[in-house]
Every structure is written in C-alpha cells, then in structure tokens.
C-alpha cells in the first residue's frame, strides 16, 4: 500500500522552529518530486515548498522564503521541512505530497497525486 506518513508537528513559540519528516512506505520516492502543503481553518492549501527528484532544484514562496528548508534522503526514503523563526501565521496542517513527473518542482496541489494524512503545527505563546 502506498503510503505518506507526516510527523513532527506540534506546539511551538514564535520564533522556534521545527523539523517536519514525511516518510514514504510501499514505494520509493526516488522519481517522485515533494511538495510541502499547509491549510490552516477557513483557508486553502497553501504550497509552502517542493522539491525535484534529484534535490537539484527547490521553490518556496515569499511567505515562508528564508525561513523554511525543504530537504530528502532518497536512502532514508525521506523529505524533510526544516522551519525556523515560526510565526503564529504559520499555524495550520501540514501535508506532504509525491509528484510523479519528478522535475515538475510546483507549489500548485493539482499535479501531486499521493497525499499523507498531515501533521498540525501551531505556533502560539
């Protein structure tokens, strides 16, 4: 069974940071480019980064440039998120996602076809 599996989230002040895991099972995530997606009560599912298959090439948008690191472990089957200088904008749940066309490096939910079940950050004092 193919399968996203997110963990790291949870309860953080502004200004700290997390490391966010998405681990794949059941296939491998070599050929697939990554996205990080985020929605937060009330509003769309924001892309806050991605990542091409080769690692060679990443995107992030304004909002969180900077801030956020996306990053994979083809041997560990793995994509990170690494995020600092949390702001409680940042709150929401986060999703990872597996793109087959693996040099397409979007930010947009429409071209990824795999999906986990997310994680929630919430980033409050």
């Known amino acids: 069974q193919l399968q996203l599996v997110e963990s790291g989230g949870g309860l953080v002040q502004p200004g700290g940071s997390l490391r966010l895991s998405c681990a794949a099972s059941g296939f491998t995530l070599d050929y697939y480019a990554i996205g990080w997606f985020r929605q937060a009560p009330g509003k769309e599912r924001e892309g806050v980064s991605c990542?091409?298959?080769?690692?060679?090439?990443?995107n992030y948008p304004d909002s969180v440039k900077g801030r956020f690191t996306i990053s994979r472990d083809n041997a560990r089957n793995t994509v990170y998120l690494q995020m600092t200088s949390l702001k409680p904008e940042d709150t929401g749940h986060y999703y990872c996602a597996a793109n087959l066309v693996g040099l397409e490096c979007s930010l947009r939910p429409s071209p990824y076809r795999y999906w986990g079940q997310g994680t929630q950050v919430t980033v409050s004092s």
């Open positions: 990542i091409s298959s080769s690692g060679g090439r990443t």
